[in-house]
C-alpha cells in the first residue's frame, strides 16, 4: 500500500514536482549569488548608513533591505524616480537597481506555474505530493534497512538505480520535509486559507506630528536599530504634514517620530507573524547562505530522485511489457513469482509464463517484492528463485518474506518452489529453502516439493518441468537461453606461480580488461560490468556447455589489472586451463559484483581471516585502505618458503600502516598450524576488537571456514554474543569454496 501510494503519487505529480525541484534550484542558486555578491554588515547601525544614503539621493520615499544584504532605495524628485541599490557597508550608491527578468519568471513559475490563482493551488499540491513521499519514502527505507533504528546503518551496495534512490533520499529526506512543510503552508497563505499575521498593525499615529524634522542620523531610534534588523524604512510622504517615519524591523513594526526620534507606536510580531516569517525563511533561505546551499542541494536531490523513480518505474514497466498476456494479479490463476539479481532466474519465468499462458492458463508474473496480500482467482504459486551472499535473497525478493508474514496466503494455494544456485556456494540455494520453509509455515499446501537447480543444469530444470507439466495438465519443457551478458576479454599480462613442486600449486594472474562496448542504436556505451572492486568474483566457462567456476578478485578497476588468485586442481577442468596460461593469451569471463563481501563502512576494526587463494579479496581489502583503519589479517599457508603469497607486499602493508598486525599460520612447518590455532592464540585481543565492534571477514576453503567458526564462538560467548547474531548484524560474512 504504502509503496504503491508512493510510486502512483510520484507519476501523477512527478511532472509538478521536476518543475518544482528545477525552479527551486534556480531561485535558490539565484539567493546564494546574491549572498556572495553583497558585503555582510555587521554591527551598522540603521541611522549612519541611511544618512550617509540620504546625503546622495534626493527624495527618497522608501529603502528596503532585501534577505541578502542588498539595500534598495526608492527615491522621486522633480526630475526623476527610480531605485537605486546602495553599499550596505559603506552606504554608497552603486548603480541603479536591475532585478533579473528571467529570475521573476522562475519564481512565477516555482510560486503559480505562471497561472496566477490555480497555479497556486497546484504549487500547493506539489507540496502535498512532497510531503505525503517523504512520509512513505522514509517508511519504506526504515522497512527496507530492518526498521527504524536501522536508518543510519549503511545500505547494502547492489548497484543500480535503487541503491542510489536510497542513498540520496536518506539524506535529503530531512531538508525535503521542511521544504515541503514550509511549501504548503505558504501555498496555502497565497490562496488566502491562512493568515501570514500581516494585518496586525502599529496604532497609526494622531494628527499633530508637524515639528520640524531633526537630522536622520541622530534619530535615537534609527541609532538603536541594527541594520541587519532592518526591513523597511518609510520615509514622511509631506513632511509638513506628517513629521513621522514608519519602520519595519525583524522583529516588530511602528512609526518614529521624525522630530525627537522616539518610537510613536510599536507593534510586537505576534506568533502567526513570526510563524510565517520563520517558515518562508525554511523555505527560501533568504538570510542565511549556508541554507540556501542546503536547499539548493535539496532541490537538486529532488529532480535526481524522481528521475531515478521514473526511470526504475519505466525499466519495470519495460519489463511487464516483455511478458505478453500478463494476467492481472486478481484475475490469475496461476501466480509466478521471480526472485533475481542477475537476470537469469528471469529467463527461465519467462519461458515458463509463455508456455503456461498459450496452453489457456491466466499466469500473473510478477518480482517476489511484489508479492500481493491476496490473490482471489489462483489455485497455483510458483516461486522461482536466485540466492546470493551467505544464502540470502536476490535483489528482487529482499522484501518477500516480510511482506509474506502480513499477507492472507494460506491453504488455499499450492505452492512449488525452484532454488536456481551453484552448488560451490556453501549455502546452496538457501534462501530459496528458507522461502520454501516459510510458505508451509503459513500452511501452503505442497504442489511439488522444493526443488534446487545447480548452474542452470538444464536438465534438472526440465525434470521440474515435466513434474509440474503433469500436475497441472500441460507440455512443458525449458530450452537452453543465451546469456545477454557477453563476457569482457581478458588477455593475461602476468603471473606468479607459488608451491611449483607440490601438485596443486597457486598462481596470481594479472588481466588486462578489454571493455567490452555495447550498441546502443546510434551509441556505443561502455559495459558497466568492466567495473569491479576486491572481493567481486571473475566467472569462467572451462568449455562453452559447461558450468561457470568463479574466482575472488584481488583488484579494482582502477589499478588497471584484474587480479585473481588461483589453485590448480589437478583433475579439474578450470584450474589447469587457468594454469597453462601464457603471457599475451586471452580468454572470456563474465564480473559478478558481490557487494555482500565487503568491509562495511566506518571505522570499526576489520578481522581479516582466510587460507590459501582465499587471500585474493583480502589483500584487495588491505591495499585500499589508505585510511589506515584497523585492519587485523590472519592467513594460513602451506610452507613459507615456497607458498607465501603476497609476501612482499603484506610486509609494505605492515609498514606503511594500512594493515595493522598479521597473523601467519604455516601447515607445514617446523609447529605446523592451522589459521584457526592462530586465532585461538591471539584470543584475549580479538576479543577486545569484537568487543569495540569488529566485522570478520573470512575467505577460502569451507573446512578452514569451519575451523574458524569453531575457534571463534567461546570468544563471542565470552561477550554474550553468537555467530549468527553477528552474521544478523552483518558483522560476520563468509565467501568459502
Ligand atoms: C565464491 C567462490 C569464490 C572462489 N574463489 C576462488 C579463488 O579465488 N581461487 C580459487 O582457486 N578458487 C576459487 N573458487 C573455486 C573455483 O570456483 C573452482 O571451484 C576451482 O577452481 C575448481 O575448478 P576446476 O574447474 O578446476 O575443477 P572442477 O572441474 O570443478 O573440479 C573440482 C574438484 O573436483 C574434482 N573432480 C572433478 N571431476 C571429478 C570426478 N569426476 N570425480 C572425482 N573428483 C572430481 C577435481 O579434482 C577438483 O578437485 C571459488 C569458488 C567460489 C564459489
Ligand atoms: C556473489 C554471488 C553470490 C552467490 N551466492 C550464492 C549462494 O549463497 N548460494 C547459491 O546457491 N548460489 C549462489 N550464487 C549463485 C546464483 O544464485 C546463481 O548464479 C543464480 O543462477 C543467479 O540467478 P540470477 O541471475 O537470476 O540472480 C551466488 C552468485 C553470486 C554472483
Same mark, same amino acid.
Given at each position: 500500500?504504502?509503496?504503491?501510494?508512493?510510486?502512483?503519487?510520484?507519476?501523477?505529480?512527478?511532472?509538478?514536482?521536476?518543475?518544482?525541484?528545477?525552479?527551486? #534550484? !534556480? *531561485? &535558490?542558486?539565484? +539567493? @546564494?549569488?546574491?549572498?556572495?555578491?553583497? %558585503?555582510? /554588515?555587521?554591527?551598522?547601525?540603521? =541611522?549612519?548608513?541611511?544618512?550617509?544614503?540620504?546625503?546622495?539621493?534626493?527624495?527618497?520615499?522608501?529603502?528596503?533591505?532585501?534577505?541578502?544584504?542588498?539595500?534598495?532605495?526608492?527615491?522621486?524628485?522633480?526630475?526623476?524616480?527610480?531605485?537605486?541599490?546602495?553599499?550596505?557597508?559603506?552606504?554608497?550608491?552603486?548603480?541603479?537597481?536591475?532585478?533579473?527578468?528571467?529570475?521573476?519568471?522562475?519564481?512565477?513559475?516555482?510560486?503559480?506555474?505562471?497561472?496566477?490563482?490555480?497555479?497556486?493551488?497546484?504549487?500547493?499540491?506539489?507540496?502535498?505530493?512532497?510531503?505525503?513521499?517523504?512520509?512513505?519514502?522514509?517508511?519504506?527505507?526504515?522497512?527496507?534497512?530492518?526498521?527504524?533504528?536501522?536508518?543510519?546503518?549503511?545500505?547494502?551496495?547492489?548497484?543500480?538505480?535503487?541503491?542510489?534512490? #536510497? !542513498? *540520496? &533520499?536518506?539524506? +535529503? @529526506?530531512?531538508?525535503?520535509?521542511?521544504? %515541503?512543510? /514550509?511549501?504548503?503552508?505558504?501555498? =496555502?497563505?497565497?490562496?488566502?486559507?491562512?493568515?501570514?499575521?500581516?494585518?496586525?498593525?502599529?496604532?497609526?499615529?494622531?494628527?499633530?506630528?508637524?515639528?520640524?524634522?531633526?537630522?536622520?542620523?541622530?534619530?535615537?531610534?534609527?541609532?538603536?536599530?541594527?541594520?541587519?534588523?532592518?526591513?523597511?524604512?518609510?520615509?514622511?510622504?509631506?513632511?509638513?504634514?506628517?513629521?513621522?517615519?514608519?519602520?519595519?524591523?525583524?522583529?516588530?513594526?511602528?512609526?518614529?517620530?521624525?522630530?525627537?526620534?522616539?518610537?510613536?507606536?510599536?507593534?510586537?510580531?505576534?506568533?502567526?507573524?513570526?510563524?510565517?516569517?520563520?517558515?518562508?525563511?525554511?523555505?527560501?533561505?533568504?538570510?542565511?547562505?549556508?541554507?540556501?546551499?542546503?536547499?539548493?542541494?535539496?532541490?537538486?536531490?529532488?529532480?535526481?530522485?524522481?528521475?531515478?523513480?521514473?526511470?526504475?518505474?519505466?525499466?519495470?514497466?519495460?519489463?511487464?511489457?516483455?511478458?505478453?498476456?500478463?494476467?492481472? =494479479?486478481?484475475?490469475?490463476?496461476?501466480?509466478?513469482?521471480?526472485?533475481?539479481?542477475?537476470?537469469?532466474?528471469?529467463?527461465?519465468?519467462?519461458?515458463?509464463?509463455?508456455?503456461?499462458?498459450?496452453?489457456?492458463?491466466?499466469?500473473?508474473?510478477?518480482?517476489?517484492?511484489?508479492?500481493?496480500?491476496?490473490?482471489?482467482?489462483?489455485?497455483?504459486?510458483?516461486?522461482?528463485?536466485?540466492?546470493?551472499?551467505?544464502?540470502?535473497?536476490?535483489?528482487?525478493?529482499?522484501?518477500?518474506?516480510?511482506?509474506?508474514?502480513?499477507?492472507?496466503?494460506?491453504?488455499?494455494?499450492?505452492?512449488?518452489?525452484?532454488?536456481?544456485?551453484?552448488?560451490?556456494?556453501?549455502?546452496?540455494?538457501?534462501?530459496?529453502?528458507?522461502?520454501?520453509?516459510?510458505?508451509?509455515?503459513?500452511?501452503?499446501?505442497?504442489?511439488?516439493?522444493?526443488?534446487?537447480?545447480?548452474?542452470?543444469?538444464?536438465?534438472?530444470?526440465?525434470?521440474?518441468?515435466?513434474?509440474?507439466?503433469?500436475?497441472?495438465?500441460?507440455?512443458?519443457?525449458?530450452?537452453?537461453?543465451?546469456?545477454?551478458?557477453?563476457?569482457?576479454?581478458?588477455?593475461?599480462?602476468?603471473?606468479?606461480?607459488?608451491?611449483?613442486?607440490?601438485?596443486?600449486?597457486?598462481?596470481?594472474?594479472?588481466?588486462?580488461?578489454?571493455?567490452?562496448?555495447?550498441?546502443?542504436?546510434?551509441?556505443?556505451?561502455?559495459?558497466?560490468?568492466?567495473?569491479?572492486?576486491?572481493?567481486?568474483?571473475?566467472?569462467?566457462?572451462?568449455?562453452?556447455?559447461?558450468?561457470?567456476?568463479?574466482?575472488?578478485?584481488?583488484?579494482?578497476?582502477?589499478?588497471?589489472?584484474?587480479?585473481?588468485?588461483?589453485?590448480?586442481?589437478?583433475?579439474?577442468?578450470?584450474?589447469?586451463?587457468?594454469?597453462?596460461?601464457?603471457?599475451?593469451?586471452?580468454?572470456?569471463?563474465?564480473?559478478?559484483?558481490?557487494?555482500?563481501?565487503?568491509?562495511?563502512?566506518?571505522?570499526?576494526?576489520?578481522?581479516?581471516?582466510?587460507?590459501?587463494?582465499?587471500?585474493?579479496?583480502?589483500?584487495?581489502?588491505?591495499?585500499?585502505?589508505?585510511?589506515?583503519?584497523?585492519?587485523?589479517?590472519?592467513?594460513?599457508?602451506?610452507?613459507?618458503?615456497?607458498?607465501?603469497?603476497?609476501?612482499?607486499?603484506?610486509?609494505?602493508?605492515?609498514?606503511?600502516?594500512?594493515?595493522?598486525?598479521?597473523?601467519?599460520?604455516?601447515?607445514?612447518?617446523?609447529?605446523?598450524?592451522?589459521?584457526?590455532?592462530?586465532?585461538?592464540?591471539?584470543?584475549?585481543?580479538?576479543?577486545?576488537?569484537?568487543?569495540?565492534?569488529?566485522?570478520?571477514?573470512?575467505?577460502?576453503?569451507?573446512?578452514?571456514?569451519?575451523?574458524?567458526?569453531?575457534?571463534?564462538?567461546?570468544?563471542?560467548?565470552?561477550?554474550?554474543?553468537?555467530?549468527?547474531?553477528?552474521?544478523?548484524?552483518?558483522?560476520?560474512?563468509?565467501?568459502?569454496?
Amino acid at each position: 500500500m504504502l509503496q504503491r501510494t508512493h510510486v502512483v503519487l510520484s507519476l501523477v505529480l512527478g511532472a509538478l514536482l521536476m518543475v518544482s525541484a528545477a525552479t527551486g #534550484l !534556480v *531561485l &535558490s542558486t539565484g +539567493t @546564494l549569488y546574491e549572498h556572495f555578491q553583497v %558585503a555582510p /554588515s555587521a554591527g551598522q547601525n540603521v =541611522a549612519e548608513v541611511v544618512e550617509r544614503i540620504a546625503g546622495q539621493v534626493q527624495g527618497i520615499e522608501r529603502i528596503e533591505r532585501a534577505p541578502s544584504g542588498e539595500l534598495r532605495v526608492i527615491f522621486s524628485n522633480a526630475t526623476e524616480s527610480d531605485t537605486v541599490i546602495a553599499d550596505p557597508v559603506t552606504g554608497l550608491v552603486m548603480g541603479p537597481y536591475q532585478p533579473s527578468v528571467f529570475l521573476s519568471w522562475v519564481r512565477n513559475l516555482h510560486r503559480e506555474l505562471l497561472l496566477g490563482e490555480p497555479g497556486r493551488w497546484l504549487s500547493g499540491m506539489a507540496a502535498l505530493a512532497l510531503l505525503i513521499l517523504v512520509v512513505t519514502g522514509c517508511w519504506l527505507l526504515a522497512r527496507r534497512l530492518g526498521g527504524w533504528r536501522q536508518l543510519l546503518r549503511p545500505i547494502p551496495d547492489r548497484g543500480g538505480l535503487l541503491y542510489w534512490h #536510497l !542513498v *540520496l &533520499s536518506r539524506w +535529503t @529526506l530531512p531538508v525535503l520535509a521542511i521544504l %515541503a512543510v /514550509s511549501g504548503l503552508y505558504l501555498a =496555502a497563505i497565497s490562496v488566502g486559507m491562512v493568515d501570514d499575521g500581516q494585518d496586525v498593525a502599529p496604532v497609526y499615529p494622531a494628527a499633530g506630528y508637524s515639528a520640524p524634522a531633526a537630522e536622520i542620523g541622530s534619530l535615537p531610534a534609527l541609532r538603536n536599530l541594527d541594520l541587519q534588523d532592518l526591513r523597511e524604512l518609510e520615509f514622511p510622504f509631506d513632511p509638513l504634514q506628517a513629521n513621522f517615519y514608519t519602520l519595519r524591523t525583524a522583529s516588530g513594526d511602528g512609526f518614529v517620530d521624525a522630530s525627537t526620534g522616539q518610537w510613536i507606536s510599536y507593534q510586537e510580531h505576534g506568533f502567526t507573524k513570526r510563524l510565517y516569517e520563520n517558515l518562508y525563511e525554511l523555505h527560501t533561505g533568504a538570510h542565511s547562505p549556508i541554507w540556501t546551499f542546503f536547499l539548493a542541494g535539496a532541490s537538486l536531490c529532488l529532480l535526481l530522485l524522481s528521475g531515478f523513480g521514473l526511470l526504475s518505474w519505466w525499466h519495470r514497466k519495460r519489463m511487464a511489457r516483455v511478458l505478453s498476456d500478463n494476467a492481472p =494479479a486478481d484475475q490469475a490463476q496461476v501466480i509466478l513469482l521471480v526472485g533475481s539479481q542477475g537476470g537469469t532466474t528471469w529467463r527461465y519465468a519467462r519461458q515458463l509464463h509463455q508456455q503456461l499462458s498459450s496452453n489457456g492458463l491466466a499466469v500473473h508474473c510478477a518480482n517476489m517484492n511484489q508479492l500481493q496480500p491476496h490473490y482471489p482467482g489462483a489455485k497455483q504459486l510458483l516461486v522461482l528463485t536466485s540466492t546470493y551472499g551467505d544464502g540470502q535473497a536476490p535483489e528482487s525478493a529482499s522484501a518477500f518474506l516480510g511482506r509474506l508474514s502480513l499477507s492472507k496466503l494460506g491453504p488455499e494455494l499450492q505452492v512449488a518452489v525452484v532454488g536456481f544456485g551453484n552448488s560451490q556456494f556453501e549455502h546452496f540455494c538457501g534462501y530459496a529453502q528458507e522461502v520454501e520453509h516459510q510458505l508451509q509455515q503459513r500452511g501452503l499446501r505442497p504442489l511439488l516439493p522444493l526443488h534446487c537447480i545447480d548452474r542452470n543444469a538444464l536438465s534438472e530444470l526440465n525434470q521440474w518441468a515435466r513434474a509440474l507439466g503433469e500436475k497441472l495438465r500441460v507440455d512443458l519443457h525449458f530450452t537452453e537461453q543465451t546469456p545477454p551478458e557477453t563476457g569482457q576479454q581478458l588477455e593475461l599480462l602476468s603471473r606468479e606461480l607459488f608451491g611449483e613442486d607440490s601438485e596443486s600449486p597457486a598462481a596470481i594472474l594479472r588481466f588486462g580488461v578489454k571493455p567490452l562496448r555495447r550498441s546502443y542504436g546510434l551509441f556505443l556505451v561502455r559495459n558497466p560490468a568492466s567495473r569491479y572492486a576486491p572481493g567481486d568474483l571473475l566467472s569462467i566457462r572451462p568449455g562453452s556447455d559447461l558450468a561457470p567456476r568463479l574466482y575472488s578478485i584481488a583488484s579494482s578497476d582502477e589499478d588497471g589489472v584484474l587480479e585473481v588468485c588461483v589453485r590448480k586442481h589437478p583433475a579439474g577442468l578450470c584450474s589447469p586451463m587457468l594454469h597453462g596460461l601464457q603471457v599475451g593469451d586471452c580468454i572470456e569471463g563474465v564480473i559478478q559484483p558481490h557487494p555482500e563481501f565487503r568491509p562495511s563502512a566506518g571505522r570499526h576494526p576489520v578481522i581479516l581471516v582466510g587460507a590459501g587463494t582465499g587471500l585474493a579479496p583480502l589483500i584487495g581489502f588491505v591495499r585500499k585502505n589508505t585510511h589506515q583503519r584497523p585492519l587485523y589479517l590472519y592467513w594460513g599457508g602451506r610452507n613459507a618458503q615456497s607458498d607465501f603469497l603476497y609476501q612482499a607486499q603484506l610486509n609494505e602493508y605492515l609498514a606503511d600502516g594500512r594493515l595493522t598486525q598479521l597473523g601467519l599460520a604455516f601447515s607445514q612447518a617446523a609447529q605446523p598450524m592451522y589459521v584457526q590455532d592462530r586465532l585461538q592464540q591471539d584470543a584475549g585481543e580479538l576479543v577486545l576488537l569484537l568487543k569495540q565492534g569488529a566485522q570478520v571477514l573470512v575467505c577460502g576453503s569451507r573446512e578452514m571456514a569451519e575451523g574458524v567458526r569453531l575457534a571463534l564462538k567461546p570468544m563471542l560467548q565470552q561477550l554474550g554474543l553468537s555467530i549468527e547474531q553477528l552474521r544478523l548484524q552483518g558483522r560476520y560474512r563468509e565467501d568459502v569454496y
